[in-house]
């Protein structure tokens, strides 16, 4: 316990990037299973949706929806950056961009770096994701920021170029990554830095489920190095700071589903002349939004209308100040996702709950040409993996009370007794916690919002699930009717 000689609590917030909670077996990642069973296992996570990477990040720092932060979707459109097309988040010099074109900030609410830096905790970061998704988990660096592309500060930038000689190039694998990242971190942050918090976002098995499916012999491969990885990580944490004096929180951005078909959304547009071209700007397609330029934006009822019957097309959502035009609409606000950078038109693809041939329930339509993907409304990529195990944890729980990745920056915030900011709409997961209640004695409730569409084929119903808990809704899924 050399690192920890007054045995504060150190809170460990770990992110695998894209981890299905039922990919969690005792075959699969045995420690990790071992640490569901001697903790809490959250089995009714949720992902903020649109259910991708970059939306979640910024859920995760914040304790906030989409609507609230800011980071609507994977991509956005902000024709002052680029009028002809949508800029990947993943792309940490477009965030910047965006903070400075807006007066400063790209987030519009507190995020945790900085609650615990005005209370005088320290945060260090770390991440083997997109430098984007790395840099939306403190963007306004109140700590060392370090992923394996680049570092924030500068200061620190520099010092892990003194000390590694160079970061890695884009040839380097999710192994080298990870790898790079734990050194630093390791190496480096922990004995210079004497965090509080540890944040470390690990990019699989996001990148190899994308690539081979889920639970095809090559993820679960990826898995078991993965577990094996973090146990040893966990033992070197035990011996400097102390067993007893951990707590952590592991999780996933969102869940996971197998595509079932391809469709290119942007030649259905022009095929059916709402748009010029596939690359043309007057709709301008994202991961799950259409935004409308120009004379598109007064052809928005016939564009909804050609949408509401599309098959692919499993959600839409409109932006809540056009509803007046397309009042049968679901607002954006039904996802918790309406804000200035909003689109339009946000849609998800339509899902099923079909298996793939390794067995794994969740099916969806996408453009992409990848074996598997998130983003939709489906269940199987909203429900997303929570185990916390640690100081001040229950022992042994199995909790199918709602909670949501949201909710687990309030929570820390309690659990360094530090009161979280107003803005923070999470909620403070108190059934987790060994003087709290037990999850079973919580009162769960669900609701739904249904929207109708009158299509050439018939009417389509749109509904929205939520589960309830203490005056919070967690959205669960939307289903559109074929
Ligand atoms: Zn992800």
């Known amino acids: 316990m050399a ?97 400075d074109l807006e007066g400063g900030r790209l987030l519009d609410v507190p995020t945790l770096g900085e609650v615990l830096q005005g209370a005088g905790k320290k945060m260090v970061s770390v991440g083997s994701g997109s430098p984007g998704t790395t840099y939306l988990t403190d963007p306004t660096i109140t700590g060392p920021v370090v992923n394996w592309a680049t570092a924030w500060p500068h200061s620190a930038k520099a010092e892990i170029e003194r000390r590694y000689g160079s970061f890695l190039s884009l040839e380097a694998t999710s192994a080298e990554r990870n790898q790079f990242i734990f050194q630093v971190l390791q190496d480096y942050l922990m004995p210079e830095y004497q965090p509080d918090l540890i944040r470390i976002w690990l990019t699989e098995p996001d990148h190899s489920q994308h690539q081979h499916g889920l639970a095809s012999p090559e993820v679960v491969a990826i898995l078991a190095d993965l577990d094996q990885h973090f146990e040893r990580f966990w033992g070197d944490l035990e011996e400097r700071y102390g067993q007893e004096n ?41 991961s799950n939004s259409f935004y409308l330029t120009g004379s598109a934006q007064d052809r928005l009822g016939d564009i909804v209308r050609f949408l509401q019957g599309e098959p692919w097309v499993g959600a839409l959502f409109l932006r809540d100040d056009l509803l007046e035009a397309c009042p049968e609409m679901m607002p954006q606000s039904a996802v918790f996702g309406n ?29 992409s040409s990848m074996a598997a993907t ?13 185990v916390v195990w640690g100081k001040g944890i229950k022992q042994g729980a199995v909790s199918t009370v709602p909670c949501s990745i949201i909710d687990l920056a309030p929570t820390i915030l309690h659990l360094f007794e530090i009161k979280p900011p107003r803005e923070m709409v999470g909620r403070f997961l108190y059934e987790l916690l060994e003087e709290g209640p037990l999850p079973e004695a919580l009162v769960v409730t669900q609701d739904t919002w249904e929207a109708t569409y009158q299509t050439a084929a018939g009417l389509r119903h749109q509904i929205a699930t939520y589960s309830k808990v203490g005056g919070y809704r967690y959205l669960d899924q939307v289903r559109l009717s074929p």
Request: with cysteine.
């Open 3 to 99: 690192e920890n000689p007054d045995n504060r609590q150190i809170i460990l917030l770990v992110v695998w990037d894209g981890l299905r909670p039922d990919m969690i077996t005792a075959e699969r990642t045995p420690f990790l299973y071992r640490m569901a069973q001697q903790g809490v296992f959250c089995r009714a996570n949720h992902a903020v949706f649109p259910t991708a990477t970059r939306i979640n990040s910024a859920a995760l720092t914040t304790g906030c929806y989409p609507g609230q932060h800011g980071i609507v979707d994977n991509e956005l459109y902000i024709p002052s950056i680029d009028a002809q097309q949508a800029v990947s988040c993943a792309d940490w010099t477009f965030l910047q961009k965006l903070a």
């Open 246 to 286: 951990l707590t952590c929180f592991l999780l996933s951005d969102h869940g996971f589903t197998t595509i079932s078909k391809r469709v290119d959304p942007d030649q259905a547009l022009v095929e059916a002349g709402f748009k010029a071209s596939p690359t043309s700007n007057d709709i301008v397609r994202t």
């Open 339 to 367: 804000h200035r950078r909003s689109s339009e038109i946000m849609f998800a693809y339509q899902w099923s709950a079909a298996e793939n041939a390794h067995g794994i329930p969740g099916y969806t339509i996408d453009a």
């Open 374 to 386: 998130h983003g939709s409304a489906s269940p199987y990529a909203i429900n997303n993996t929570l």
